[in-house]
């Protein structure tokens, strides 16, 4: 089975063929990164018309790659939210157009569940697939979910963000000591040549497994102003393990309590050297991460997660909505 993928809820124009929900055919991304980092941030109506401007050929080079042809195809799954309606509404349509005009099924798919989707994603035989029950940890710019899966397409959120999303906290922190946005990259390079030498809070919020990790930016921040930091690269050091510390060890503690067989992460963070690392270095239970390119925003995640929603019968009407404040359950 054939599925077009395609995904535009924030500043990523992308279109992917998968087969099978886990081989890639192709994998096309046109990144406006560079546009919005004049302003330190995503602009959404500069990202609708990007994304209005990238889809079309977006779409042409990921058939091209995977060298099929809309008969070849045996369905389109496309993002409908989470994210900026502006941006869903051009990949939507899209999708509906392809779909109306191929007579092709359509699916439409939660931007969350296609990150935890990305973990099905193979490239060799090798690869190991996911083994349910799992806890997955989902960590992009707009969220920091803790989440049970003991089957596809059924979740229990078990923690969440209670204020800023990991990936957010990092671009914040990233912006208070200049280095650029997106942050979460910036923090890692420069944390490469730094120590976690500066104590900052940790928020356990104990008794839960949700996150806060507004204070730690607030702490950074008040280090700034008060001119206490002599070292960007040490600063960003010990943001990032403040966070990967906090991240892991709920992570682990959540996975031994619910007695799971792995761990998945998930999500623009995810692609972080350091908590990948650190989970599988304190976790006494398998962690399964995607490569960093499936990690953030791509249609190949959404691709695979449209399989197993066609696999479960679950394809939409042409009259499908984009739903920005979309949750995954
Ligand atoms: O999943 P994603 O691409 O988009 C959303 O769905 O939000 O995640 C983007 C977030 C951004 O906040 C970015 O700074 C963060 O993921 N990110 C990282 C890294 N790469 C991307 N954070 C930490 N370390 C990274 N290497
Ligand atoms: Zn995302």
Not at 267 to 278: D, E, I, P, S
Request: aromatic share 4%.
């Amino acid at each position: 089975m054939k599925i077009l993928g395609i995904e535009t809820s924030c500043d990523e124009t992308a279109a992917a063929v998968v087969e099978d929900g886990v081989s890639i055919l192709s994998n096309q991304i046109a990144s406006q990164v560079e546009i919005h980092a004049r302003y330190g941030g995503i602009v959404p109506e500069v990202a609708s018309r990007q994304h209005i401007l990238a889809i079309i050929p977006i779409l042409k080079q990921a058939m091209a790659e995977a060298k099929v042809t809309w008969s070849d195809l045996d369905g389109i799954a496309v993002t409908i939210g989470p994210g900026l309606a502006g941006s869903l509404l051009v990949g939507v349509n899209a999708a509906k157009a392809i779909a109306l005009a191929h007579g092709l099924p359509i699916t439409g798919v939660n931007h969350l569940e296609g990150h935890i989707y990305a973990n099905w994603l193979v490239e060799h035989s090798s690869d190991s697939a996911p083994i349910f029950p799992l806890v997955c940890l989902i960590v992009s710019g707009g969220h920091s979910d803790l989440v049970l899966m003991k089957g596809h397409s059924n979740y229990v959120v078990l923690g969440r963000t209670r204020d800023d999303a990991s990936g957010e906290a990092f671009d914040k922190a990233a912006r208070i000591l200049g280095l650029g946005y997106p942050g979460g990259p910036a923090i890692e390079r420069a944390a490469r040549s730094g120590t976690a030498s500066i104590q900052l809070p940790r928020a356990w919020l104990k008794g839960t497994y949700d996150f806060s990790f507004s204070g730690v930016k607030t702490a950074l921040l008040r280090l700034v102003e008060e001119g206490k930091v002599s070292s960007k690269v040490d600063a960003a050091a010990s943001f990032q393990e403040a966070v990967v510390d906090v991240l892991v060890s709920k992570t682990v503690a959540v996975a031994k309590e619910c007695r799971v067989k792995q761990i998945l992460l998930a999500g623009g963070v995810a692609a972080n050297k350091v908590l990948h690392q650190r989970l599988v270095k304190n976790s006494p239970i398998p962690v399964l991460v995607p490569k960093p390119v499936l990690c953030t925003d791509n249609a190949a995640m959404i691709a695979a997660c449209g399989y197993y929603r066609f696999q479960a019968g679950k394809i939409d009407s042409l009259d499908l909505d984009v739903v920005p404040g979309l949750k995954l359950v």
